[in-house]
């Protein structure tokens, strides 16, 4: 009867140890909220699969509703099939764990009936053997912390290089002893990522790095990332993201954000909640505009949205009064919010590559400003508030259709580098008294009409850089241009003093000219006796 006995507890043994790995904690937890985010990512999807039909069906004119009919039905189709796919592992892992449990269950019914007074003795040897089992399944679970632990090590011992390793780390410490360290160029899938989500919220961590560590299949992140709330520095950027959770709010502490070179096509309302974020990088993504709420992040100091497609930029954007660099290059941007001039911190505003046609007149508000770039835009004409802009280093305005630019222009004392060339046919002249600008160190006017340099063009001290390609200057000749800029001003120097000794020359040429011709005249008319001598 014992013999029996054992030989079924020792079947019983060989059949739970040869068992797969058991998922870490962690992981179930991972699953469990990726299942979440699945089903309200495909939600989401099929709202705005739904929404974008209704517009088509209001402009697609003389098209067969048969054929928009299965258009609509194939991308609801694919919606439902990617979110299969993402939800696949994560089932597997819940199911896993499920039939964990159920094992689980059966082992300790097993050690009951073996052992029914707690003692491994009372069933021969099987009770030992029993008892062993039962102990080897609580070291499984042992491990599985421990194995957490020793990533949370790995972690703080290697913040800089970022969590792209640690929860593939996990399961190599759990199946085959291995650090991890191997895994740092594979990239993860949903349920590592939310796996590591998890882990990284009941650590504390501050800093997660991300980037570039995602499989191309992943295009949303799950509502588990609200967990992070001790995050100060997130790096999600070159990935393929679509859509960020509406959690992403609950991330107060979040300092610094960069999403760059996503699919982003929105993000969601809650965002203008992460009220202590400083930098934000969302440039190369397809978004274009941005939510209501943005205009709550009043700690922004460094935007960039290059690379996107914004047409126009919120009003909300004048609320952020501590923005110091905004970079809105290679957008489709037509115009500038007056608001703009509320952003009184800004230093550096970048909006090269677009389709502006002109600038607000509340740029002049922008005292701090020190960089200003509008290179490849359409613009006619600069506003007469750029005189105001007393700190301004350098402006590019190259590449448009400048017709001409404001005397008030040289006011802004402080420019080191001006560059307007490239306005081909429109622009015919400096401002009269570009002279003022002492400060100037490079000047471009290549690529224009402009046929004769200013006369204040002597007073450009600082001149170190001058280019005229293309120009048809006749005054100074080309032979003085290739000679460097210092050069230029001086040969505008010496054609100012010899015009000016010219004139005083001619000037009392003529006093004594006229002298004469009256002295003549009188002395004729004496000799004449129509007046007394």
Not at 246 to 268: A, C, M
Request: charged content about 25%; overall charge negative; hydrophobic content about 40%.
């Amino acid at each position: 009867m014992a013999a029996a006995t054992a030989g079924v507890v020792e079947e019983l043994t060989r059949v739970y140890r040869e068992l797969p790995p058991r998922p870490a904690v962690e992981e179930v937890e991972a699953a469990a909220a990726v299942l979440a985010s699945a089903d309200a990512e495909e939600e989401a999807r099929l709202a705005d699969v739904a929404r974008e039909e209704a517009a088509r069906l209001r402009e697609a004119e003389g098209v067969s509703g048969e054929l928009l009919a299965v258009l609509r039905e194939a991308r609801r189709a694919a919606v439902r099939l990617r979110a299969l796919q993402q939800r696949k592992e994560a089932a597997h892992v819940v199911e896993l764990e499920r039939r964990f449990k159920v094992l689980d269950g059966l082992i300790q019914r097993a050690s009951r009936v073996v052992s029914p007074s707690g003692e491994g003795s009372s069933g021969g040897g099987g009770g030992v053997e029993m008892a062993e089992v039962v102990e080897e399944m609580d070291a499984r679970r042992s491990d599985v912390a421990a194995a957490a632990s020793a990533v949370g090590e790995i972690e703080r011992g290697n913040r800089g290089v970022g969590f792209g390793l640690d929860t593939k780390a996990v399961s190599s410490l759990l199946r085959d002893g291995s650090t991890g360290s191997d895994m740092v160029d594979q990239k993860l899938s949903l349920i590592q990522v939310a796996s590591l989500i998890e882990s990284s919220a009941k650590r504390g961590t501050t800093e997660l790095n991300l980037r570039g560590k995602l499989v191309d299949q992943i295009e949303w992140l799950p509502v588990s990332l609200g967990k992070l709330q001790d995050v100060t520095e997130l790096d999600i950027s070159e990935n393929r993201i679509m859509a960020l959770p509406s959690t992403v709010g609950s991330l107060r502490y979040l300092t610094k954000l960069d999403i760059h070179s996503n699919q982003l096509i929105n993000l969601p309302d809650t965002f203008g909640e992460l009220s202590s974020l400083i930098d934000l990088d969302l440039h190369a993504n397809q978004l274009k505009s941005l939510p209501a709420s943005f205009g709550n992040l009043t700690s922004l100091a460094n935007l960039d949205l290059s690379s996107n497609q914004f047409k126009i930029l919120p009003d909300c954007i004048g609320k952020l009064m501590n923005l110091r660099r905004l970079i809105a290059e290679t957008n489709e941007l037509e115009e500038l919010p007056y608001t703009i001039g509320s952003c009184i911190s800004l230093v550096e505003l970048r909006l090269d590559f677009n389709q502006l046609k002109a600038l607000p007149e509340g740029i002049g508000k922008l005292e701090k400003l020190e960089i200003l770039t509008l290179h490849y835009n359409r613009i006619k004409g600069l506003p007469t508030t750029i005189g105001s802009l007393t700190r301004l280093r350098e402006l590019d305005v190259s590449f448009n259709e400048v017709e001409g630019i404001p005397e008030s222009i040289c006011f802004a004392t402080s420019l080191v580098k001006l560059n307007v060339s490239r306005n081909f046919a429109d622009l015919r002249a400096l401002p009269r008294s570009i002279g003022n600008l002492e400060m100037l160190e490079e000047l471009d006017i290549s690529s224009n009409q402009i046929r004769m340099l200013p006369d204040s063009f002597e007073f450009l001290a600082k001149l170190r850089v001058f280019h005229a390609d293309e120009t048809p200057l006749e005054v100074p000749p080309r032979e003085v241009i290739k000679l460097g800029a210092q050069a230029v001003v001086q040969y505008v120097a010496d054609m100012v003093a010899s015009r000016g000794a010219s004139q005083k020359k001619t000037e009392g040429t003529s006093f004594w000219a006229w002298f004469r011709s009256l002295f003549g005249c009188c002395k004729k008319d004496e000799e004449l006796g129509l007046v007394p001598a």
